[in-house]
């Protein structure tokens, strides 16, 4: 049983910051693309932004400049460094990841629980 879990959620006052940090379990044979997504209350998850192997990243307009995501192959983990954070930044933060399991063929997209950033104003 392959399982992702974050840490590092937690409430924050406008223009501070936050650290999520996405630890991988379970019998993993490689990882291809990590990332985050977010969801709003009352909204859809929205892709926060993503990170290859190698180490490529891309993000949402809306988070471009202020979030960064970084990643340890050798932990398998993977990290995302909020900055200038808003109000509307508040959301449940879920990280995900291409895994293939040992003994697999294939990649499949695992996603984690998710944890809670709360941005006052």
């Known amino acids: 049983q392959v399982q992702l879990v974050e840490s590092g959620g937690g409430l924050v006052q406008a223009g501070g910051s936050l650290r999520l940090s996405c630890a991988t379990s379970?019998?993993?044979?490689?990882?291809?693309?990590m990332g985050w997504g977010r969801q709003a209350p009352g909204k859809q998850r929205e892709l926060v932004g993503a990170?290859?192997?190698?180490?490529?990243?891309n993000y949402a307009d809306s988070v471009k400049g202020r979030f960064t995501i970084s990643r340890d192959n050798a932990k398998k983990m993977v990290y995302l460094q909020m900055n200038s954070l808003k109000p509307e930044d508040t959301a449940v933060y879920y990280c995900?990841?291409?895994?293939?399991?040992?003994?697999?063929?294939?990649?499949?997209?695992?996603w984690g629980q998710g944890t809670l950033v709360t941005v006052s104003s």
């Open positions: 995900n990841a291409g895994i293939k399991v040992v003994g697999g063929s294939r990649y499949l997209e695992v």
């Open positions: 990170i290859t192997s190698g180490g490529s990243t």
């Open positions: 379970g019998s993993i044979s490689s990882i291809n693309t």
